[in-house]
């Protein structure tokens, strides 16, 4: 076997290890073959060409061919002619099943479901990371370089894993690189022959060690060393490789620390669907009538949805042991309360803690930060999966409806209007639902009240549903508002949206909604099902008040400040009732 057959095989040795980041991405195993497949294809191909001499500028070119006919044999076998030659219906099929995919990426959070479109996008890009391995560790003759596209497999994977992936991936991936290395050494060694002895005084007898072996653990400590440090330079690929929680600025009480997370709205769909609800927490409090608890809030939207700027907080001011801030809120009154809140082991495992509109102070162990402008509770060094209890204390705004109707819009705070109200790109035909909604609404508030009793009346005919629509033309909002059917996470996002495009400040939070009271043991549960999405609206003088468009599931409650009083008032049910 030549060196350059040797090469072809390591790389795509290297490619299959490193794809060991992507288990606690999928639920099971059952896509793993598929996807390791993509890469033996490359491979094969790759030995075919070299073994056929075929010129070194066509061989990507035949690994392409390769990869494709195998997506199509494996993806779509069944409108193939003759089982090889594909037809029209192949692309039609393939399209399809990428949308699906697509789809499937906005509505689930890891791990997620082997469905067949998300194996066919893992695949793709399996095999696509396999052909530029190969293109420059074979064909370019560069090795070392071929580590960087190797990185390519860990940056999804550690993005959305709010854990991290952990040792045994990094490992694995830094083994198969190192084998390559150690391939492309004993090339060298081959082109170039054994260096001269030296003859110097005090050489040891019969030479220098400049065998292959000593070659090859050079090579080996200089790969693990760049297999090290790489990580850590490229953006997106932090500690959290190696098993943290997240990046910081140091763990000294000096400087700011922040943290990029993956998008909790992400992980609702799976939270919600599970078969059976996983108990996350519970909570005792003194508060007689509860509403819902916020994690983190995103205030940033794409044609893709909401996510959130960084999170950032200074060690020396922001502690929230050490109290936070009030709240501003003049015209509204308030409840201080006390909670309480016992975390189920190993279930709650993210970067925001689940406290009480208005917390003003968090007993809590570790480093736990405030971020005012989210209001999140953060940390940029653990997770809640290392706590098993806190105490929160809060004052919790109570919206008055007078006082919303009376608020004057002119009076936005400028950080609030240039953060939370700029405008978003939406298509005319959103623009236009939202001036027909609020076209006759003389107020902010009667403009948030319309919006929100559009998704609420059933005479629109919206329903609660995991089923949501895929994206239209790459825009989910547009196609859910067309299929009028979704769950929490719909249904926020496009209130908030309208909230935006009528030019009221607006933002989605999430959280857990109030979960369900035990009366005899007085401790209230919040399991996976209470998972959820709402809108958040700003007004001067009342601050960011909660709005609930999503029709009545898993607790969820339109709050009565937000019905016209000739509509009827809907409150909150009381501590002692359980919600259906």
Not at 124 to 132: E, H
Not at 136 to 148: E, M, N, Q
Not at 309 to 321: H, T
């Amino acid at each position: 076997m030549s060196i350059k057959e040797q090469l072809t095989l390591a790389a795509g040795l290297a490619v299959a290890l490193a794809t060991a980041a992507l288990f606690p991405v999928f639920q099971g195993h059952s896509w793993l073959v598929r996807t390791v497949g993509a890469v033996l294809a490359v491979v094969l191909a790759g030995l075919a060409g070299r073994r056929l001499g075929v010129p070194r500028p066509l061989q990507p070119l035949l690994g392409l061919v390769a990869l494709v006919g195998y997506l199509g044999v494996v993806f779509a076998g069944q409108t193939l002619s003759y089982g090889l030659v594909p037809t029209g219906r192949t692309l039609e099929v393939l399209r399809v099943l990428v949308e699906q995919g697509r789809a499937d990426i906005q509505r689930y959070g890891p791990p997620v479901p082997p469905s067949t479109g998300l194996v066919l996008l893992c695949a793709a890009g399996v095999g696509a990371v396999a052909l530029v391995v190969d293109l420059v560790a074979v064909v370019l003759d560069r090795a070392a370089v071929a580590g960087l596209p190797l990185l390519l497999l860990f940056a999804i994977p550690s993005a959305v894993l709010p854990g991290g992936l952990g040792g045994v991936p990094f490992v694995l991936g830094a083994v198969g690189w190192l084998g390559l290395l150690l391939v492309e050494g004993s090339e060298r060694v081959g082109r170039w022959g054994t260096p001269m002895r030296s003859a110097l005084p005090g050489a040891r007898a019969g030479g220098d060690d400049s065998s292959l072996g000593r070659v090859g653990r050079r090579i080996g400590f200089a790969a693990l060393g760049a297999a090290v440090v790489l990580p850590a330079l490229v953006p997106g690929l932090d500690q959290r490789l190696l098993g943290g929680t997240g990046s910081g600025a140091g763990d000294g009480d000096g400087g700011s620390h922040s943290t990029t997370t993956f998008n909790p709205i992400a992980r609702l769909h799976g939270q919600l669907s599970l078969p059976r609800p996983k108990v996350l927490f519970s909570y005792q409090t003194d508060d007689p009538d509860p509403d819902y608890l916020r994690m983190t809030t995103l205030e940033r939207y794409s044609a893709t949805g909401w996510s959130a700027s960084n999170l950032e907080g200074d060690p020396r001011r922001s502690k929230v042991q050490e109290g936070i801030p009030t709240l501003v809120g003049d015209r509204a009154d308030r409840r201080d309360l006390s909670m309480t809140v016992t975390l189920a082991p190993d279930q709650l495992d993210v970067y925001w803690l689940p406290v009480p509109f208005g917390p003003t102070r968090v007993d809590v162990t570790g480093k736990w930060l405030w971020d005012a402008s989210s209001e999140t509770v953060f940390s940029a060094v653990t997770t809640t999966r290392e706590l098993e209890q806190y105490g929160v204390t809060a004052s919790r705004l109570l919206p008055n409806r007078d006082a919303l109707a009376g608020s004057d819009g002119s009076a936005i705070d400028r950080d609030v209007a240039r953060k939370y109200g700029g405008a978003l790109p939406v298509t005319p035909r959103v623009s236009d639902l939202t001036s027909r909604i609020v076209r006759n609404e003389p107020t902010a508030y009667d403009r948030a009240v319309a919006i929100q009793e559009y998704f609420t009346s059933s005479k629109n005919g919206f329903v609660y549903s995991f089923d949501a629509p895929p994206a239209t033309n790459g825009d989910a909002l547009e196609a859910f508002l067309d299929g009028k059917r979704g769950f929490c996470e719909q249904y926020a996002t496009a209130m908030a949206v309208l909230l935006r495009v009528a030019g009221i400040p607006s933002r989605v939070a999430v959280g857990f909604t109030r979960g369900h009271y035990d009366q005899r043991a007085g401790v209230w549960t919040v399991t996976t099902s209470d998972a959820h999405a709402w809108p958040e609206a700003w007004f001067p003088g009342s601050g960011w008040v909660r709005f609930e468009p999503t029709p009545a599931a898993n607790g969820a409650v339109v709050p009565a400040y937000s019905v016209p009083p000739q509509a009827g008032g809907t409150p909150l049910p009381t501590a002692s009732a359980t919600p259906t």
